[in-house]
């Protein structure tokens, strides 16, 4: 993880490396196989050490077209740019990391439920973690609704902070499948955008609207929902749950002191077309321009 890389970024455009004449990017130095077991208890070691309050952990499960290394990369950069207070671990569906392999994915993604659901059930019994938090990005958020539903059968197990970000759901069906998340975490917030060309080309696909992509609007009752069309930097406007500086100062803010919509700077209140009420994230305002000196 090198210290010049920008925040938000897996490293620099080989160009700007050129510029500064520095490789920022992320790398995979080194891999060890653990057996199953021993993946939990290395975690509830590293948190035993931890002060208290700082025993979390946080999960990351990705969407479509991300390969292993892709996914351990994106993990390890939120666990440096959120500034995780202890250990940072994610679930690799596999993926066939291709353009052209969207079906494909989304097979696997289903496939994978009972796998992911036994890796949370463990990281949140066997970690001795204080407090479990889910990120959930695109075709990531199709296994994490089905797992959610499978978790309410033993509601002693609750998470943090679940963070639903371009999900790639049907939104009729996220509207039922969600309805598991607000018994299940301290708060959930589905991050939505009106210029999310992935989800703009699934909607095409399904022809059927995305939780994740607006209009309309997707409204769940006890679940936060952040509209992020103005701060999306990303290509496709996809990748803002890890590559935008202001939504990651918000996803950083909810794992720390778990604040209500209101009380996060930059979040407006706003009613979709149903007239439920939702939250618009607002870029900064521009600073106001200093007058000319005096002659």
Partial sequence: MPNSRPN??????WHKQIAKW???EITIKETNDLAEGSLYNHIRTNLANAPAGQKCVLVYIHGYKNSIECSAMRAAQLAIDLEVPGVTA???WPS???AGGYTADAASVEASEKHVLKFLERMLDETGAEKVHVIAHSMGNRVMARVAQKLLEKPDRRFGQIILAAADVDAEAFED???AYPKLSERTTLYVSKKDMALEASNWVHDFPRAGYMPPVTVVP???TVEVTS???SVLRHGYAAESELMLADIAALTRTNPAPRERGGLRITRNERGQTFWTMQT????PALPPPKP
């Fill in 22 to 24: 520095e490789d920022d």
């Fill in 8 to 13: 938000g970024t897996l490293g620099s455009p």
């Fill in 284 to 287: 900064p305002a521009a600073s």
């Fill in 177 to 179: 499948l969600a309805q």
């Fill in 90 to 92: 994610f679930y690799s």
């Fill in 231 to 233: 701060i999306d930097v």
């Fill in 96 to 98: 066939k990391d291709a």
């Fill in 222 to 224: 006890n679940i936060d």
